[in-house]
């Protein structure tokens, strides 16, 4: 690390960790006492800083909160017995988040900032890490674009945060899903690849529609035919049909390459399924429910790792399932968990020590 990437640490004067009840803490609402903060101006990264967890002050004018350069990551961390910290396969997201900012026209985060800065930050708040089965640090990295001005063009200045959240087990309950067929989360050529916020505002309004229908969450079809299932939510998302696991390729651009799906991928061979990764159309998904061959359907993601779905609405169509008989989802949910608390061999290196 040059000198320029030195990061300065100022510690918070009194931990809030002793005021909080860390139960079952509810996905995203409790931060823990510090936060990493970085500049970028003239072309370099600066100010990078770990300081106490608190508001920022800004400008109306703010470029970020007119144009949307704006990008995340979600990655988590976890202790083992001995509680040693933990992150599971940060450099995957850490690619992730710079293909997010090439896409949407902004700096690429170096990787000794990204990288050492998480660690040092978890490092000082490892305290918050919960010692419970499906608990787990919520690492959020983030940059907006702080141009203080009016004006559609890409930001000369952007902020590269870290913020991380303590968290319990998450989307629990199988889930029943609404096949959306009118409103489209991304298209060929667009942002759909990038973990984008914009992509989230934009997802929010079918979502709302789906839950008025009783529907937890949407599975997202292709922008053309609205025929090829994309993902589900904020999960990517996997079928077993016969003793194949198909899930949507990302050759279009359109599907967040997610860490977990890589994770699933790998697992699912290790169980001896045959993997494919293709277009997969709704009308093959049913052809397989009423032939009996449709086993499983599940989502994969960082909040929830592995989501079992219960039911899949199509028009008048609804598929069920008894999510209580099946062995894959859960085992491949239990084999993550059990490798990111130190139960199971690591053996793909997905651990990285903190
Ligand atoms: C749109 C979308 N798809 C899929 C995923 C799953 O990606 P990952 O497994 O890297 O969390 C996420 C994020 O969690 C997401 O926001």
């Known amino acids: 690390m040059t000198a320029a990437m030195d990061i300065s640490i100022r510690k918070a004067e009194r931990s809030k960790l002793q ?25 370099e990264w600066k100010n990078i ?8 002050l800004l400008s109306p004018s703010l470029a970020a909160l007119h144009y949307g350069q704006a990008i995340f990551e979600g990655i988590k961390a976890y ?4 509680g040693n910290a933990f992150i599971f396969r940060p450099q995957d997201n850490y690619k992730r988040f710079n293909r997010s900012a090439e ?5 690429a985060v ?27 640090l919520y690492i959020r990295p983030f940059m907006f674009s702080s141009d203080e001005l009016i ?21 629990i309950e199988p889930m029943r899903i609404y096949v959306e067929e009118q409103y489209v989360r991304a298209a060929p050529g667009g942002v759909g690849y990038a973990k984008a916020a914009g992509n989230y505002g934009a997802a929010m309004y079918a979502t709302a529609e789906a839950k008025k229908k009783g529907y937890d969450q949407v599975l997202w079809m292709d922008a053309f035919e609205h025929k090829y299932v994309q993902e589900c939510g904020t999960m990517n998302v996997f079928f077993i049909i ?24 790998t697992l699912l061979k290790e169980m001896g399924f045959a993997v494919e990764e293709r277009p997969l159309s709704i009308h093959d998904i049913i052809d397989a429910y009423n032939a009996g061959l449709l086993y499983e359907v599940f989502g994969t993601g960082t909040a929830a790792t592995i989501s079992m779905i219960k039911e899949l609405g199509y028009k008048d169509f609804v598929m069920k399932f008894d999510t209580s008989k099946w062995k894959t989802a859960p085992t491949i949910k239990k084999w993550l968990t059990d490798i990111r608390e130190g139960r199971r061999e690591d053996k793909y290196n997905w651990m990285q020590k903190v």
């Open 19 to 43: 005021d909080l009840n860390l139960e079952n803490p509810p996905f995203g609402k409790y931060f823990t006492d510090h936060m990493l903060e970085a500049d970028y101006e003239n072309g």
């Open 49 to 56: 800083e770990i300081k106490p967890y608190q508001p920022l």
């Open 79 to 82: 202790k083992d017995s001995e």
């Open 103 to 107: 896409r949407m026209q902004m700096p």
């Open 110 to 136: 170096p990787e000794e900032l990204f990288m050492e800065g998480m660690r040092q930050l978890i490092e000082l708040d490892k305290n918050w890490i919960p010692f419970k089965q499906d608990h787990s």
């Open 151 to 171: 004006g559609v063009r890409p930001s000369e200045t952007y902020k590269f945060m870290i913020i991380l959240s303590p968290t319990g087990p998450y989307y």
């Open 242 to 265: 016969g003793n194949t696991a198909i899930t949507p390729d990302l050759e279009q651009g359109t599907i967040l390459d997610g860490v977990t799906r890589q994770s699933t991928i």
